[in-house]
């Protein structure tokens, strides 16, 4: 069976700080990857989505960037955390080809102080 | 671009009493998917509906899709203190992979 994988659970980090969260699905191959971002109380904000090694779109234009240096793990990334970053960061897949339901892990929660 | 409006943002019940949130697009859906999101939690896919005028259950969760696939709903009967969360409708779109997220309803038990 499939699952995925978040850390670290929880962050806090200095403002200007860089931080690196990583994401890792198990038990399938080429899933579509995704980085949402979560502010408290608030609905979900697609940050990243990759079809593939190395194919990253991004939605948000911001400080922050993401890879997938392999087919199944998903990194996001910033040089500065700003203090509007802290949120819920949540990693979610999907079969790739055409695959609907999305997975969440557990997410990260980031707080930038 | 796609929308889909979700209302209520939020809904106070005693628990026993019903819940229904709504989601709302101007445009015609070619599919709805139901996500729940306990407090602290990640987002849990409880259901895709596609076609026009379906209703599914799961056990108290009633999920209907309108018969212009403009808009759906998810009723609950009787809460109970597990239902507390946040409900999400999105929408899958096959142009480019992505769900396009209603605001979400958060389902809040009266003490």
């Known amino acids: 069976s499939q699952t995925i994988h978040q850390w670290p659970a929880t962050l806090v980090q200095p403002v200007g700080s860089p931080l690196s969260l990583e994401c890792t699905v198990e038990?399938?191959?080429?899933?579509?990857l995704y980085w949402y971002r979560q502010a408290a109380g608030r609905g979900l904000q697609l940050l990243f989505y990759?079809?593939?090694?190395?194919?990253i779109s991004s939605e948000v234009p911001q400080n922050l960037s993401a890879s997938r240096p392999q087919d199944r793990q998903f990194i996001l990334s910033s040089k500065k955390l700003l203090l509007s970053d802290s949120g819920f960061y949540l990693c979610?897949?999907?079969?790739?080809?055409?695959?609907?339901?999305?997975?969440f892990g557990p997410g990260t929660r980031l707080l930038v102080l | 671009g796609q929308q889909v409006m979700q209302i209520p943002q939020y809904q106070h019940v005693q628990e026993g009493e019903d819940f229904t949130t709504y989601c709302n697009s101007s445009t015609t859906l070619s599919n709805i998917q139901w996500y729940k999101q306990r407090p602290g939690g990640h987002p849990v896919f409880l259901i895709q509906l596609v076609k026009s005028g379906e209703v599914k259950k799961q056990k108290r969760l009633t999920f209907q899709f309108g018969e212009a696939k403009k808009n759906s709903s998810l009723h609950i009967t009787a809460t109970q203190t597990t239902d507390v969360g946040t409900y999400f409708c999105?929408?899958?779109?096959?142009?480019?992979?992505?769900?396009?997220w209603g605001a979400g309803t958060k389902l809040i038990i009266k003490p």
């Open positions: 990759s079809v593939g090694i190395g194919q």
């Open positions: 979610a897949w999907t079969p790739g080809q055409g695959g609907e339901t999305q997975y």
């Open positions: 999105a929408v899958y779109m096959d142009s480019n992979y992505q769900l396009i």
């Open positions: 038990g399938t191959s080429n899933p579509n």
